[in-house]
């Protein structure tokens, strides 16, 4: 069975950080490319960032890029999202993603062979 399970959110206030993890098992997770994408309150799912499956090259969304780290440990399993300086409209439903090949900045879960479950992070005072 193929699961993707975040963990790490909760609420933090403006300027905090948080790590978000998405534990990744039933298939040969250092064959995809991995991808954060997030859902805001009322609001579309919107990509966040993606890391190559091997060189680790990495791409984000300019509303995050500077402040949020996406990385992954192959050996684990295991992607991460280090979120920096959060602001609150950062505050959103975030999921990792397992892309299908060239679609690696599609928000759509049309667009991805996995999804999780989804971690609530609140950006609030």
């Known amino acids: 069975e193929v699961q993707l399970v975040e963990s790490g959110g909760g609420l933090v206030q403006p300027g905090g950080s948080l790590r978000l993890s998405c534990a990744a098992s039933?298939?040969?997770?250092?064959?995809?490319?991995m991808s954060w994408v997030r859902q805001a309150p009322g609001k579309g799912l919107e990509w966040v960032s993606s890391i190559d499956r091997s060189d680790g090259g990495t791409t984000s969304a300019d509303s995050v890029k500077g402040r949020f780290t996406i990385s992954r440990d192959n050996a684990k399993n295991t992607l991460y999202l280090q979120m920096n300086s959060l602001k609150p409209e950062d505050t959103a439903v975030y999921y990792c993603?397992?892309?299908?090949?060239?679609?690696?900045?599609?928000?759509?879960?049309?667009?991805?062979?996995?999804w999780g479950q989804g971690t609530q992070v609140t950006v609030s005072s």
């Open positions: 039933g298939f040969t997770f250092n064959r995809y490319t």
């Open positions: 993603a397992a892309p299908k090949s060239g679609y690696v900045r599609c928000a759509s879960r049309r667009c991805s062979d996995y």
